[in-house]
Structures are given as structure tokens and as C-alpha cells.
């Protein structure tokens, strides 16, 4: 899942609605110290204001206090290692947490947070984010328990599919070093 969250090579076939408003070429991404990999993706449909299941067009919802009028066609999208998803649009906040149970099975927790201001208006109405991610997860969870079928045949190679992927191969990094970590505490003590 992190991995595909990762990058957005599939989103043209995976997601028509999601590459309609920001195109999967968009995005720029972004590195630094500390456990976390991600980046910037652009909303890129002319009239559209967010990521929503209307072409995001319909919201009146007030952006996120702190954001500028140049932030408004941005998403923000992070991983934290080790299971946190963090996805900043202009008007809300989506965080995934991720929980592992076994191989090939991981519960995932979706939450919107909007501003307060948004949430006690009258009109506040948050369905046209909640429907377009839950449809875009949907898509997402299908893709990956496909790929997690494929990683257990004999024909599966390991790698990265692309050198566009920096951000999975980063985010596999993160991974690999923790276990890295673990195994010498392990060989040391």
C-alpha cells in the first residue's frame, strides 16, 4: 500500500477521475532527513478548487489556516515510516494508518480533518471529499491485493518498475534500514 501511495504511474488506468484533476505527471518530489519520503502533486483541472468526487468545483470549504492563494492547487502527499499516509489538500487533511496483521493483509484507517470553521458551517459537507478517496482507495486496494497475488508466483522479479519511482525506492530504503538495524542489535548483543 505505502508503496503504491508512493508513486502515480498507475493513476492514468488505475484512477481516470483522480489523473482528471491533477494529472499524474504534476507532481515534484521532495527529500530530506528523517524517516519520511513524499512529495507534491498539482491540482491541474482548471476550474477545480480540490480533490472531490464533483470534479472538485463544488466546495465552499475555507483552505487550511496557513495556506496561501499559490498553495491552493497543491496536495501535499507524505509517508511516514512506518505506517502513517498524510495527504494535505487546500481545505483537508486525509491520514491513512496502516496496521500489518500478516503477509498480504494490512487494516488500513482512513480520516478526513477539516477546519473548524468548515466544520460548524451550516452547509459544511465533507461527502464529495470522502466518496472520491473511498472510490480512489477502493481502486488502490484492488491494484495492490492484485500485485501481492503476482509477488507470490514463480515469474515475480523484485525491483523497481521504473527509475520514475525515486519515492517508493525511498520509501523501500527506510524499510530496509530498519531492518538492517535490527539484525546488527541482533548480531551484536
Not at 519520503?37 to 487550511?64: K, L, V, W, Y
Not at 496496521?99 to 473548524?116: L, M, S
Not at 519515492?167 to 548480531?187: C, P, S
Request: hydrophobic residues 35%; glycine residues 8%; negative net charge.
Amino acid at each position: 500500500i505505502a508503496e503504491n501511495y508512493n508513486e502515480c504511474l498507475h493513476c492514468p488506468g488505475v484512477h481516470p477521475e483522480l489523473n482528471a484533476l491533477s494529472n499524474y505527471m504534476s507532481g515534484e518530489e521532495m527529500s530530506g532527513a528523517g524517516s519520511w519520503c513524499g512529495g507534491s502533486m498539482f491540482i491541474t483541472a482548471e476550474d477545480a478548487a480540490t480533490m472531490g468526487n464533483d470534479g472538485g468545483h463544488a466546495t465552499n470549504r475555507p483552505r487550511i489556516e496557513g495556506l496561501t492563494e499559490e498553495d491552493d492547487k497543491t496536495i501535499l502527499y507524505f509517508a511516514l515510516f512506518p505506517n502513517a499516509l498524510v495527504s494535505m489538500h487546500p481545505d483537508y487533511v486525509m491520514l491513512h494508518t496502516l496496521y500489518p496483521r500478516e503477509p498480504g493483509r494490512t487494516d488500513v484507517i482512513c480520516e478526513w480533518f477539516f477546519e473548524k470553521r468548515a466544520v460548524e458551517a451550516d452547509d459544511f459537507d465533507p461527502s464529495d471529499a470522502i466518496d472520491f478517496w473511498d472510490q480512489t482507495n477502493r481502486q488502490d486496494w484492488y491494484v495492490c491485493e492484485l500485485t501481492q497475488k503476482g509477488v507470490g508466483t514463480t515469474g515475480y522479479t523484485a525491483g523497481r518498475y521504473s527509475a520514475e519511482e525515486s519515492t517508493v525506492h525511498e520509501f523501500d530504503n527506510l524499510v530496509a534500514g530498519r531492518y538492517m538495524e535490527e539484525l546488527k542489535g541482533k548480531v551484536e548483543a
